[in-house]
């Protein structure tokens, strides 16, 4: 029988009372049902933030066994049933499952029972066994669980500081670190450390120091591990670098050893041409251009794998060029956790590969940011080119991936992006079921996020090729002018570029099988990435005060999905009443052009739904060609689930040479059948042209979603300000809505025609 996936869920929570309620009820453990023969540790699918599980079950399947609950555990207990990093429950035959989203170096217990009809459920298999099973090591594998000293205390010193690390105790709750001169008895002390690594700054050189960690679990405390380490002579490098050997040595002996106080600075411009130079891997300081060119450089890799410290003011000028052979490329940093401040480039930065099968970023400053990115300026153009499948990439004029402000940067370099088809959504840094998204300045924001006085000028565009292989639903695409899936505040920021994004078939014009949903906007692609699945600090998003003058076209053969595309954004979030996402204060000015066999809805400031306030259309919205459950809207093209409308102004023009059945609007293409009591203060003002007249057209509203739902639109203070032409005609009370779905009893509608 097909197992009901609510009673999986019910017996999987079963598990936590389960030692005392078995003889209570009529389910429960049942010793003599098989239980799963093996449980492995699978080093294909597991990554450093994940582990992949695979097992045996024939003789389970074969009794009946319907699902398997699948858990990671660091006490022998029970996991969290709603942690879904942690615990799952997968339905037979199903022998595979992996858990992502873990912190890399972790140790978890794992173990699996087979579930049965009435709530029974086997005994439980462990990796090992149950009286001595085998710790899991995340980003490792299995491992002894051995709670013990730390093993292998090393130390790396440079003339101010070292940095100590040892190897991570199974199951430990947290180190506590020491140090001392080897002359002094009095112990440094560092509790509650989480990490396996803790460095020192502001010491004596030439000194030698005594270290000391020890590994705590509850009240339980290990042996501690010693060493001991001195620290070097002084430099004699002068950090003020007037000519290019000293760059170099820089790059290769000095940034690797710096301290956080340490800094340095240009004193002339630097030419590279033919010198190479590896990667920095973590550097600390603070480099200075003074505003000075860097020339030449020809590279793969980021100056700084990873920086901590501070980089500002450089020019890198047309002469470089970068070939992106790191998984996060920016040109000064891979990964950003300091501060990147006053940085230009001119050079052009390109991957092109045959396919890419793990996330990657690709941007001209910086790949992964956590740190603050202010005043910088790409001119250089950002090229993504994949012959075959991709997962997630992220593309972008200024950082491919943030979780912290960006303020204040330009990007007027073309930003493109193109593969045959997405093969998967994958997790790219923490947002889970993410596919390429591209924007002018970034491609993701995460919380933390936040873009403020940032314009893009350059093109930026987005493709398939063959998007007719993907072989599930591709949902959601998200490119925006600015940024394609923004998570957190955009404000004051503008797009002057085209925004150009093509989904075509293998042969274009034929209808892909899957849904393939892009999210397209002027500003923003849209929030999905991370309101898809989670709620509170994550539905913030936000764009105030931002102008779109970009173009915007999207030629898509997806037809069963409805992309959504906008002057401002594309789908703001959710489509739910408690979204966060909200635009205020914007105007666009763009024109929207829609193409291809695909449903769209087209919006001149949304596509989809979400809150709106004192924001205008003043853009030509047009679909030439689509599928015809489509909707375009002059303000939106569909809106729903009780989000504000106020204050805004549906004008310019709105042409359908399409026949809809999905709605053709000034204000609103179509709106969703949820109670609603929206658009105070509004105006429509706009040309209206449809290629049928027979077409679900209105001035106000293009399509009812349904007539069960209580909808007022305007208020009897503030009506809903109605003029402009209909196919030429003037507005008038016969061409206000549509009334195929109206329903006098539970639709109001507030007016007045001008």
Not at 186 to 200: F, I, P
Not at 643 to 667: D, P, S
Not at 715 to 741: H, M
């Amino acid at each position: 029988m097909k197992y009901n996936k609510y009673i999986a869920m019910a017996a999987g929570l079963l598990a936590i009372a389960a030692c005392t309620k078995e003889t209570e009820t009529k389910g429960g453990l049942d010793s003599s049902k098989p239980a799963v023969s093996s449980l492995a540790y699978d080093e294909g699918t597991s990554t450093s933030t994940a582990v992949g599980l695979t097992w045996s079950a024939d003789q389970a399947i074969s009794a009946g066994a319907t699902s398997f609950t699948v858990e990671l555990t660091k006490d022998l207990g029970n996991a969290d049933p709603v942690n879904a990093s942690v615990y799952k429950v997968v339905y037979a035959p199903e022998t595979s499952y992996v858990f992502k989203s873990l912190q890399k170096d972790d140790f978890y217990y794992a173990r699996i029972r087979a579930n049965y009809d009435g709530y029974k459920y086997s005994d439980w298999t462990y990796i090992g066994s149950a009286s001595a099973p085998s710790a899991i090591q995340v980003g490792t594998g299995t491992v002894q669980a051995t709670f013990g000293a730390p093993a292998n205390l090393t130390a790396t010193a440079t003339d101010q500081s070292f940095r100590a690390n040892w190897n991570a105790v199974p199951f430990a709750d947290s180190y506590t670190f020491e140090y001392k001169a080897a002359t002094s008895g009095e112990w440094s002390v560092v509790d509650g450390l989480k990490a396996t690594t803790y460095e020192v700054e502001g010491l004596v050189a030439q000194t030698a120091y005594d270290i000391r960690v020890k590994a705590l679990q509850g009240e339980k405390a290990s042996e501690y591990t010693t060493a001991s380490v001195s620290t070097t002579e002084p430099s004699k490098f002068n950090p003020a670098m007037a000519d290019v050997n000293a760059f170099i040595e820089f790059i290769r002996v000095e940034a690797g050893n710096a301290s956080s106080a340490s800094e340095f600075s240009l004193e002339a411009d630097i030419d590279l041409t033919g010198v190479a130079l590896n990667p920095v891997e973590t550097f600390k300081g603070t480099l200075d251009g003074k505003g000075h060119v860097i020339k030449g450089l020809k590279s793969g890799a980021p100056l700084f794998t990873t920086l901590t410290g501070t980089v500002k003011n450089i020019t890198f000028d047309k002469s470089c060029s970068f070939e992106p052979t790191a998984t996060y490329f920016g040109i000064v940093a891979g990964n950003n956790q300091g501060t990147i401040q006053g940085i230009t480039n001119q050079g052009d930065v390109a991957l092109s590969v045959s396919s890419v099968d793990e996330p990657r970023l690709v941007a001209a400053i910086a790949g992964l940011s956590s740190g603050e990115i202010s005043d910088c300026t790409n001119e250089g153009a950002v090229s993504v080119v994949i012959d075959g499948a991709t997962v997630a990439v992220g593309t972008a004029g200024i950082v491919g991936y943030s979780s912290a402000p960006v303020t204040g940067c330009t990007n007027k370099g073309a930003v493109s992006f193109s593969a045959a088809y997405p093969s998967a959504k994958v997790q790219i840094v923490d947002a889970t079921g993410s596919l390429p998204s591209t924007g002018g300045i970034a491609a993701y924001g995460a919380a933390g996020f936040s873009i403020t006085g940032c314009n893009n000028h350059g093109k930026v565009s987005h493709s398939y090729n063959q998007a007719d292989k993907i072989g599930a639903n591709m949902n959601r695409n998200q490119i925006g002018g600015v940024v394609g899936s923004p998570c957190g505040a955009v404000s004051n920021s503008n797009n002057y570029g085209e925004v150009n994004v093509s989904i075509k078939s293998t042969t274009p014009g034929t209808a892909i099988a899957y849904e393939f949903i892009a999210c397209v906007g002027g500003i923003g692609g849209g929030d999905y990435a991370f309101t898809n699945t989670n709620d509170g600090p994550f539905s913030n998003t936000s764009y105030i005060n931002c102008v779109n003058e970009g173009n915007i076209i999207i030629d898509s053969d997806a037809s069963k999905s409805n992309s959504a595309i906008g002057g401002i954004v594309g789908w703001p979030g959710q489509e739910k009443p408690t979204t966060g996402t909200s635009v205020n204060g914007c105007t666009n000015k763009g024109n929207i052009t829609g193409k291809g066999v695909a449903k769209m809805r087209l919006g001149g400031v949304e596509g989809g739904t979400g809150i709106m306030e004192s924001s205008t259309n003043e853009g030509v919205i047009t679909l030439e060609s689509g599928d015809v459950g489509s909707a375009i809207g002059s303000l939106c093209g569909f809106h729903s689930q009780g989000h504000a409308i106020t204050g805004c102004a549906a004008k310019g023009e709105v042409i359908a040479k399409v026949k809809l059945t999905g709605g053709i609007g000034g204000f609103i293409g179509c709106i969703g059948n949820a109670a609603h009591d929206t658009g105070a203060d509004c105006v429509v003002d706009c040309k209206i042209t449809t290629s049928d007249a027979s077409s679900n057209t209105g001035f106000i509203i293009g399509y009812f979603n349904g007539k069960t739902q209580n909808i007022v639109l305007g208020t009897p203070a503030s009506p809903i300000q109605v003029s402009g032409s209909l196919n030429g005609a003037p507005a008038s009370a016969s061409n206000l809505w549509n009334t195929v779905n109206y329903d006098a009893a539970v639709h109001t509608i507030n007016y007045v025609i001008k």
